[in-house]
């Protein structure tokens, strides 16, 4: 079975399985969130459009925390 993005992409990008789980998650519920606010859906889930965010290198542990920051 192919993984898709590969792993290795991922894990460039966000360099422990764990955390890559954690910033994921973080970002999908955030376009989750976005999408409920603005009344948009779309047919992608959250979660496959973080993955592909991460992998593209659009969405990393550093800008993650940066956001975190600012919501507090």
Do not use: W
Not at 37 to 56: F, H, M, Q, Y
Request: aromatic share 4%; charged share 25%; net charge negative.
């Amino acid at each position: 079975m192919m993984l898709y993005p590969a792993m290795n992409k991922l894990t460039a990008n966000v360099p422990n399985r764990y955390l890559l789980v954690n910033v994921v998650a973080r970002r999908a519920r955030q376009i989750a969130q976005e999408a409920e606010d603005t009344g948009e859906g779309s047919d992608i889930k959250p979660v496959t459009l973080a993955i592909n965010e991460v992998a593209a290198g659009q969405y990393s542990v550093a800008r993650a925390d940066i956001l975190i920051k600012e919501v507090e």
